[in-house]
């Protein structure tokens, strides 16, 4: 199975920061990459798709970048509501696997 | 609006069973991939089982081979996750999503998650 490791494990940031989150494949997937939202005690949230493409609904903020085994989240300008766990997962393989969760916290 | 509801979580002994219901409404369920995926309390997401439109192709991940069951009923807009010999570490919030068609399969809608406990 494809094994996905996001860096870092969790962050600090302030509103109006700009924030990275790296995710990275044991082998190629291609552009099968997607990111998740996930606030405490909710269900995940899709944010971005085949690696670049923003849900509807989702803010321009956001934007994912990558091929074959390095990805990247951004936030460009981080909002209250972004703090939260973000998690990429591959779509390649039928099998599908997340990446194990970057938290984002309040500076 | 796309609507998952899970049910069936709760408590069991080690080595115990229990099966887990997605009810889906207001898509043509029998268009979709469908999945379960997991989240240990504190820890991260784990996906666990998909199933194709008709039901002809399963997959799992290592740790429940053998163990757990994906099945769908189409008539019924449901699926299921028939989870036996459950194990301590087999607890956790269990979420039913879809798999998107026009987006490469990314998991579009989310169930609100049904808990399993596994302990004695």
């Known amino acids: 199975d494809i094994q996905m490791t996001q860096s870092p494990s969790s962050l600090f940031a302030s509103v109006g920061d700009r924030v990275t989150i790296t995710c990275r494949a044991s082998q190629s997937v291609s552009t099968s990459l997607n990111w998740y939202q996930q606030k405490t005690a909710t269900a995940p949230k899709l944010l971005i798709y085949?690696?670049?493409t923003l849900q509807r609904g989702v803010p321009s903020r956001f934007s994912g970048s990558g091929f074959g085994t390095a990805f990247t989240l951004t936030i460009s300008s981080m909002q209250p509501e972004d703090f939260a766990t973000y998690y990429c997962?591959?779509?390649?393989?039928?099998?599908?696997?997340f990446g194990q969760g970057t938290k984002v916290q309040i500076k | 609006e796309v609507e998952l509801v899970e049910s069936g979580g709760g408590l069991v002994q080690p080595g115990g069973s229990l099966r887990l219901s997605c009810g889906a409404t207001r898509f043509m369920f029998s268009n979709y991939w469908m999945t379960w995926v997991r989240q240990a309390p504190g820890k991260g997401l784990e996906w666990v089982a998909n199933i194709k439109e008709d039901g002809s192709e399963k997959n799992y991940v290592d740790s429940v081979k053998g163990r757990f069951t994906i099945s769908r009923d189409n008539a019924k807009s449901s699926m299921f996750l028939q989870m036996n010999s459950l194990r301590v570490e087999d607890t956790a919030v269990y979420y039913c999503?879809?798999?998107?068609?026009?987006?490469?399969?990314?998991?579009?809608?989310w169930g609100q998650g049904t808990p399993v406990t596994v302990s004695s």
């Open positions: 085949t690696t670049s």
């Open positions: 999503a879809r798999e998107s068609r026009s987006q490469l399969r990314s998991f579009d809608y």
């Open positions: 997962q591959q779509s390649y393989t039928a099998t599908r696997t």
